[in-house]
């Protein structure tokens, strides 16, 4: 009865060894194989018979090969064992001479009185060739991330960092050992609840959601970034989310931004000032004009009270022409006091003619010194301007005397004042034969501060061009055909078109 049920036993027990997966084999106390299973012979690259009976040592490289005997011996005589019943990583050696990794656990029993150790060898190369390639990937991932310029890195839902792309440790100043949580680096004024809510949100509903500038304190500087938020499952066992974060860094752009606005800032202050030193220059220049004129008068008016005959009529024109100059300086003062306490400068409607013959009824004697003619020419049905009276009295008398000063190696010649009507107004031109105006001057003659002359303050026409322009209007010129002299032209609006600022 009993020998059936060996062979039972027998056949069962080999049926065990070929269906296993692994490779199981037997040895004895010696290190001679004694039983294989074909999967043994497969994973080593033998045919089963050629282990069978053979040393262990020959599925090992020779580092292994060399201990083993010992190993077996201090075990028979000490009972000391790294390996039986715990398992390590090896290597096996197949019968090509490849070395490769493998899982060996090792068992021991008895059969027969004699002492036999069986071990179960599972080959890893796949698994190690597998895992090679995961963290080659994972390296070529880390360098993808660590390449970014754009700071990436990946919180949990409070905001801890789990991993950091170098722009992001740079951005956070950290080297992405320590412990960071996002949250702690944003500057006291930024809301820190709405980074959790945001990180809440992400987490709970896979999205991208954008947090606009926060603003973080890195080593006591300030830095800024737009943050995006996306989460995603991390693991497929429970509901934990990663949340990747990207900052767009603004801090540069931010501070280039502030730059600019100090240095428009500035350049506004420097303007302010220029357009007060243009605006001194241009009340003395204004006021400069009557006072020369009455010191004229009473020059005149002196040198005629020493004649032994006075004429009555002409001292009392004199006087006539010192009270109408001081009357203007007077006016001149006044506007520029209403300008100054900003009101809107008094305007009225006025004709062409008006405007002309009230000029040069005012500065006749300045044009009459020096012997210059002035011819007027009105086209017929000219519009009414709606202007300041003063200032565009001004705004001919300084196109006059430039025309008189351009004309001292002509005096015989005759400036022509003409008024004729435009499409948009009224246009007022005053034509010299002077010397014309060369290129290089062309450039810059409406400059504050540029004169040709000794004398000259060269802010005459930047006040005209000031002045035409407020009353809606535009000043130019043009050098007249043949280089006989230039022509000075302003446009004002109709009175219609008039405003009153
Ligand atoms: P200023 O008369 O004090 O020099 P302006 O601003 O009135 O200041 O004129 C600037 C410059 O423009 C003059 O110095 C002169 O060179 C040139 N200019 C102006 N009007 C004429 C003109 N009619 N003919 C030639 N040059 C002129």
Known sequence: ??????????????????????????????????????????VFGYELPEILGRNIKMLMPENYRREHDGYLRRYRETGESKIIGVGRQVEGRRSDGVVFPMDLSVGEGS????RLYVGIVRDLTERHALLQTLQEQEAELRQMMDSAVVPTGLVDGKGRLLVANEALNSFLACDGSADVELGSYLSADTQVQS?????????????????ALLAFEVDGHRKSGDLYLASFPRHAHNDDHGIVVQLVDRTAQLEAEKEAREIREELAHYQRISALTAMTAGI????????????????????????????AE???????????????????????????????????????SEIV?????????????????????????????????V????????????????????????????????????????EDRGTGISASIAERLTDPFFTSKTDGMGIGLAVCRTIVEKHGGRLWFENNAGGRGATFSFLLPGAEGGTDG
Do not use: W
């Not at 025309?403 to 003409?418: C, F, K, L």
């Open 357 to 389: 013959n009230d000029t040069l009824h005012l500065y006749r004697s300045q044009l009459e010194l020096l012997v210059v003619r002035v011819e007027k020419e009105y086209e017929a049905e000219l519009p009414l301007v709606f202007v300041d009276r």
């Open 391 to 430: 200032q565009i009295q001004q705004v001919l008398l300084n196109l006059l005397q430039n025309a008189v000063d351009s004309m001292t190696q002509h005096p015989e010649a005759a400036i022509r004042v003409s008024a004729r009507s435009a499409e948009a107004g009224l246009v007022i031109a005053v």
């Open 314 to 352: 002409e001292l009392e024109r004199i006087f006539k022409q010192i009270g109408q100059q001081a009357d203007r300086a007077a006016d001149v003062i006044r506007r520029l006091r209403s300008l100054a306490g900003g009101q809107s400068p008094a305007r009225e409607a006025l004709s062409a």
């Open 195 to 211: 980074l959790g809510a945001a990180l809440d949100e992400a987490a709970k509903a896979p999205t991208v959601c954008v947090l």
């Open 111 to 114: 059969f027969s009185g004699e």
């Open 284 to 311: 003395a220049h204004e006021v400069n004009q009557p006072m020369g004129a009455i010191a004229n008068y009473a020059e005149a008016g002196q040198i005629l009270v020493r004649k032994d005959q006075v004429p």
């Open 1 to 42: 009865m009993n020998q059936p049920l060996a062979a039972e036993e027998a056949a069962l027990f080999s049926v065990l060894l070929e269906a296993a997966a692994d490779a199981i084999i037997v040895i004895d106390e010696v290190g001679t194989v004694r039983q294989a299973n074909s999967a043994c012979a497969r």
